[in-house]
């Protein structure tokens, strides 16, 4: 097994904004080296349509390797129209596949939190997200997404048939229900477990081993089951009584996605995808912003790095343990917002226009 290299950090800019936002990270690692005596080797490489011009595969086996290697993986973005048409396992997006599978990235972290500077960006009434902070953990390589058997085939009638199978183990729901039970110690201590037991089997076990789980190991965590639909629901009606949901792969894609929106920004959320702690307690992680490579912005300075900055912030607390140049780090982004700095997708009337790169040079300048 190959070893990950402490301290070394992967950047994957990636397509479309994915570098110009990763370029903004870059600038902060440099600064935590020169400023706080940290020692993060960088190396950046090619993945997803980048890498596909360059190479003829959305990512080679050396960068693979080094993402191996790589305590963590900093990803921008991958994809865009060049590539739409590129077949399946040539596409950008095939290089966040192979990343979060081979890395064995099963637990997915996607906070969702609105900031009280852009209460007004959300959809939602002010009292309902204002000071909204959950975190949603997604299963990420099990479930209907990877069962078997899957396909489309004929079937007698001269019609066809899709087929997908949603299947979990009792380990694959132990270790990420374990890493929800672990960040809700450190948050509210509450988590809510998310299925649908009431209709299907797996859904059943999924409920009952998290309970077992519970009992087991985090009686001290207060724990609630909900059905994934009412989830939904709730999260328009009442986000703020959650702390940590944890849910599976397909419940958990379409749960942040909506809990995401409740802070109606995009540019601002970050995201990490964690693997198994080995027996030297060393965990493969790859941190990205929640969007995509935006490439009707791209190449113009505008996109918002904040995001991608956030995520480096799950880095440092995550694999890092950096939790104090975390926290000094978020601090910033806030008070750069309560500066009333903007990109162009957060401005509002009363705030100043700044761009990409601006925007890092004043997070950076709070850090100072
Ligand atoms: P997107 O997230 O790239 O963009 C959606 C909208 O949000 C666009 O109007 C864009 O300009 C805006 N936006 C996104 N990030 C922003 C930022 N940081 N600052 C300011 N504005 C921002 O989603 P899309 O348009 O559906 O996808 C574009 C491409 O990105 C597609 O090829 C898609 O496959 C790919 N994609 C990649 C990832 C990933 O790499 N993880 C995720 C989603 C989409």
């Known amino acids: 097994m190959i070893k990950v290299k402490k301290r070394k950090i992967l950047l994957l800019p990636g397509d479309g904004i994915g570098p110009e936002v990763i370029k903004e990270v870059r600038k902060i690692i440099q600064w935590f080296n020169k400023n706080k005596s940290l020692d993060f080797e960088i190396d950046e490489d090619l993945a997803g349509g980048a890498a596909y011009d360059k190479h003829g595969t959305p990512i080679t086996d050396e ?5 191996l290697e790589s305590e963590v993986v900093m990803l921008g973005a991958v994809g865009g129209p060049k590539w739409d048409n590129l077949e399946f396992s040539k596409k950008p997006e095939r290089a966040l596949l192979k990343l979060r599978k081979e890395l064995k990235l099963f637990a997915n972290l996607r906070p ?3 900031f009280k500077q852009l209460v007004s960006a959300s959809s939602l009434k002010p009292e309902i997200v204002s000071g909204l902070d ?8 099990g479930g209907i997404y990877f069962g078997e058997p899957r396909g489309i085939k004929p079937i007698d009638n001269g019609e066809r048939k899709g087929i997908n199978t949603h299947a979990y183990t009792t380990s694959e729901i132990v270790r ?7 960040l809700a110690k450190k948050r509210s201590n509450k988590v809510t477990s998310c299925e649908k037991s009431n209709v299907m089997e797996a859904g059943q076990l999924w409920k009952e081993e998290v309970q077992v789980l519970h009992d087991k190991e985090y009686k001290e965590v207060e724990l609630n089951h909900m059905l994934a639909d009412n989830c939904a629901m709730q999260l328009l009606r009442n986000p703020k009584q959650f702390d940590v949901i944890v849910t599976d792969n397909l419940f958990g894609d379409m749960l942040s996605d909506q809990a995401s929106m409740l802070t109606g920004s995009l540019g601002l959320l970050p995201s990490a995808s964690l693997g198994s702690k080995n027996k030297n307690g060393e965990m493969r992680a790859m941190y990205e912003p929640i969007h995509g490579a935006a490439p009707d912005i791209a190449g113009k300075g505008v996109a918002n790095p904040i995001a991608t900055i956030l995520s480096f912030a799950m ?3 995550y694999s890092l343990d950096l939790d104090k140049e975390a926290d000094g780090l978020e601090n910033a982004v806030q008070n750069v917002l309560d500066d009333g700095l903007r990109t162009k997708d957060i401005l509002t009337k009363g705030t100043k226009e700044v761009s990409t790169s601006e925007m890092g040079d004043a997070i950076i300048s709070k850090l100072k």
């Open 63 to 67: 960068v693979f390797y080094k993402a």
């Open 112 to 114: 969702a939190i609105c």
């Open 134 to 141: 959950i975190m949603i953990v997604r299963e990420l390589t």
């Open 176 to 182: 990420v229900a374990k890493v929800a039970f672990d």
């Open 315 to 317: 880095a440092l607390k």
